[in-house]
């Protein structure tokens, strides 16, 4: 059974019979299948039915959902109820339970959302951190590629060919024609010289 708007309608001989009949009646009628019965129910109950939820919900489209949520629940639910708790008492606890879902699914929506938010600002920090090692690296290349160009030729080119070259002090003496030893000395020199300027260089950086 679909519930709907059609309820809400009066059926032929609805009112004198919601005047006549009581909700343990119409409860009974509906469980063997009576959807007059069940219409009337609605009828009593939908009001306040709809001010649970929305009391819950804060908005009138979801506590118009809800609701007739609840009263589809209650339908399909009829052939459980004993009578134990009095119609409306059942009746408004599923309302809750609806609403109550409803809630949920919001907030699982919104931990949903917030989790995507926390990762999509993550991956522009990260972006951001990513662009500033690069833009940084570059400065640093920049940087020692002028203090280089700055430094005497003998060490300019000892740290070429070690560390741009990746020559061996061996291969580096056969090159430049000049002891390993020396090659040494002007090895430590350069680094030395070039630490002392770049330091100096970006004490100096505005």
């Not at 006549?20 to 009646?25: A, G, I, L, S």
């Not at 469980?31 to 939820?53: C, P, T, W, Y």
């Not at 109820?81 to 009095?86: H, K, L, N, Q, S």
């Not at 993550?122 to 662009?131: A, G, H, M, T």
Request: net charge neutral; with cysteine; glycine share 4%.
């Amino acid at each position: 059974m679909q519930v709907s708007h059609n309820l809400e309608v009066s059926l032929p001989g609805a009112v004198s019979w919601q005047a006549e009949q009581d909700d343990t009646q119409l409860v009974k009628a509906s469980q063997q299948g009576d959807q007059d019965a069940f219409a009337l129910l609605v009828q009593r109950h939908q009001r306040r039915v709809f001010n649970i939820s929305l009391r819950m919900l804060q908005d009138y489209e979801e506590a118009s959902e809800v609701t007739q949520e609840a009263f589809l629940a209650a339908w399909q639910g009829l052939p459980s109820f004993r009578g134990e708790a009095r119609f409306a008492t059942w009746l408004y606890r599923i309302a809750y339970h609806c609403s109550l879902r409803q809630l949920e699914q919001h907030k699982r929506g919104r931990a949903l959302q917030a989790a995507i938010q926390e990762e999509q600002i993550r991956e522009e920090v990260n972006k951001e951190r990513q662009v500033e090692a690069i833009l940084e690296l570059r400065d640093w290349q920049i940087m020692v590629r002028k203090q280089m160009e700055n430094l005497p030729a003998r060490y300019r080119m000892v740290l070429i060919l070690r560390y741009l070259q990746e020559m061996t002090y061996e291969e580096m003496a056969g090159a430049l024609a000049i002891p390993v030893g020396t090659i040494k000395t002007h090895l430590f020199r350069a680094r030395h010289l070039l630490k002392e300027r770049l330091h100096n260089a970006f004490s100096n950086a505005p």
